[in-house]
């Protein structure tokens, strides 16, 4: 069974930093290519970074420069780093697997909410 849990969230003021992490299980995470997504207030999900099996990596515009994808195979997990936070990335941050048809799939695991206020 496939099993996401992201962690990493908190509360944190303009231009500040946090690292979040999503530890998998359950299948073959250094064959998989994974993602972030998140749901903003009153939005819906939406993609925000991928980064493949082989290392690859690619983000939507709004956080290029700010937020980094990774991974480490050897302990099956996930990354985000999150620089220079702006009060627009505020929201719920899900880990999941990149072939994953339907984004709304993210829901099904805890998330890690994330807050940028000063």
């Known amino acids: 069974e496939v099993q996401l849990v992201e962690s990493g969230g908190g509360l944190v003021q303009p231009g500040g930093s946090l690292r979040l992490s999503c530890a998998a299980s359950g299948f073959a995470f250094s064959a998989t290519d994974m993602r972030w997504v998140r749901q903003r207030p009153g939005q819906g999900l939406e993609w925000i970074s991928t980064i493949d099996s082989d290392g690859s990596s690619r983000s939507v515009t709004s956080v290029r420069g700010r937020f980094t994808i990774s991974r480490d195979n050897a302990r099956n997990e996930l990354y985000l780093q999150m620089n220079s936070l702006e009060p627009g990335d505020t929201g719920m941050y899900y880990c999941?697997?990149?072939?994953?048809?339907?984004?709304?799939?993210?829901?099904r695991s805890q998330g890690t909410q994330v807050t940028v206020s000063s």
């Open positions: 999941q697997l990149a072939e994953t048809p339907d984004i709304r799939a993210a829901l």
